[in-house]
């Protein structure tokens, strides 16, 4: 047997390992940018959602605090009946990136804090048919019964807002992680 030979088909050998070991990584690499571009689309697009959504109950509430000194009360129901619409429709659309069945149950956890918010809003105006001063008004939401009147809504959404802001760094750092073990796993 020739040396050369033995030489050059162990270099063709080591040639071809490192073409498929190239391949594997190049797949890798591929599919954690997939992975972390998809899920940076997600968040960009959630938190427009929520945005609008957060926009929507305020302009919901601040129209609750003036519901019974419109001039114009038939225009005005019309307007405020539109503005509740959107909010409801804001809200689904909202609660429709957050699937229940998933893996560590916090989709649950921050649909409930979205679902308190619209709940707070639905118990307000619902007793605004009473008490257009909202004197005596006492959520069903126990967090917010420890606040006094006008800043429960304030309140409100610091809750909301502390719970949506904790939920998308942990979606954060998990897609940093899977994108890291993908390259990790790659490189094995």
């Not at 560590?104 to 308190?116: K, Q």
């Not at 006492?138 to 009147?149: A, I, K, M, T, W």
């Amino acid at each position: 047997m020739n040396w050369t030979t033995i030489f050059a088909g162990i270099a063709a050998f080591v040639s071809i390992v490192n073409v498929f070991v190239t391949i594997r990584n190049n797949k890798a690499q591929i599919q954690a940018q997939i992975i972390s571009s998809s899920r940076v689309q997600w968040i960009k697009e959630v938190r427009e959602i929520y945005s609008n959504f957060i926009k929507l109950s305020t302009e919901f509430h601040n129209e609750l605090l003036f519901l019974r000194v419109c001039d114009n009360e038939e225009n005005f129901d019309k307007n405020f009946n539109m503005l509740r619409g959107n909010l409801w429709s804001s809200y689904y659309q909202l609660i429709s990136y957050f699937p229940k069945n998933d893996s560590d149950g916090r989709n649950c956890e921050i649909v409930s804090i979205f679902n308190e918010l619209v709940n707070f809003l639905e118990e307000k105006l619902e007793y605004s048919y009473r008490d257009i001063t909202f004197s005596k008004f006492v959520p069903s939401f126990q967090e917010l019964q420890r606040y006094d009147v006008p800043e429960q809504y304030k309140a409100m959404l610091n809750m909301v807002s502390d719970e949506f802001s904790c939920y998308m760094k942990a979606e954060w750092v998990k897609a940093k992680l899977e994108v890291e073990n993908q390259i990790k796993f790659s490189q094995l």
